[in-house]
């Protein structure tokens, strides 16, 4: 087992009846203060994935990927977990997000050349919130074409800030019908969301063989969207040049 899989369990003893060993909590969509629309700091991020036993973490901030760096750096530095760096990446017709980059995808594309982008760094795209008209998901008729051409490798088939469960039941059909791999994630954007969803699988290394371990793992999650306390807070100027 990997060591912050198994120090996870050693801070959260009632885990390790529950997980498997050899297997991990991912959770796989979740928000800094690098989005914009999140005030939850690096910080307040590492004491909330020790609090929810999560052992890898995917940040996937919206268009930036500066904060991810960081906490790969600082939360894998300390042996905290792991942290898979993403994106949502903002198309024309809606958000997908990009696991395991290494570069940043500029916002503003087609959903097709958007995709296209993530998988030329030999990264994993990965559809957030489908079917939501909530959220910025992407349209039924862009998911249809991109999924058909090949472009697709996972789907979020919970989302706990998704209110509707009729949703993200139609978000797992669709992810069955189509063969592709089944995620869940918190998109957290306050830090007492973090592993309100997330996938129990075995542990992997690298983006094909989280794919294919991701085949064999389990959903587990629950509807969080509380508002987070007001607090004066002063957050720096996050703000990319595109």
Not at 151 to 178: C, P
Not at 225 to 232: C, G, N, V
Request: glycine fraction near 8%; proline fraction near 5%.
């Amino acid at each position: 087992m990997a060591i912050a899989a198994a120090a996870a369990i050693e801070r959260h003893p009632h885990l390790a009846e529950h997980t498997p060993a050899g297997f991990v909590r991912v959770d796989m969509h979740s928000h800094t203060m690098f989005s914009g629309d999140s005030t939850t700091t690096l910080d307040e991020i590492a004491e909330s994935v020790i609090e929810a036993g999560i052992d890898v973490l995917c940040v996937t901030d919206h268009n930036a990927i500066e904060g991810a760096l960081r906490l790969q750096r600082a939360l894998e530095g300390d042996g905290v977990c792991r942290v898979v760096v993403g994106e949502e990446v903002r198309t024309h017709t809606g958000e997908i997000i990009g696991l395991f980059l290494s570069e940043r995808i500029p916002f503003g594309a087609p959903a097709a050349e958007t995709a296209r982008q993530i998988r030329s760094q030999g990264a994993l795209v990965y559809i957030p919130h489908p079917f939501d008209p909530m959220r910025r998901n992407l349209t039924e008729a862009s998911l249809e074409e991109i999924t058909a051409a090949g472009l697709v490798d996972a789907i979020e088939v919970h989302n706990s800030k998704t209110s509707l469960q009729s949703l993200n039941a139609r978000a797992l059909g669709f992810g069955v019908e189509h063969a592709l791999g089944l995620g869940a994630g918190s998109d957290a954007h306050v830090p007492h969301a973090l592993g309100s969803a997330f996938v129990e699988m075995p542990d992997f290394d690298g983006p094909r063989e989280f794919l294919s371990k991701l085949r064999e793992g389990r959903i587990v999650g629950h509807h969080w969207d509380k508002a987070r306390p007001w607090s004066a807070r002063i957050i720096p100027s996050v703000t990319d040049d595109y």
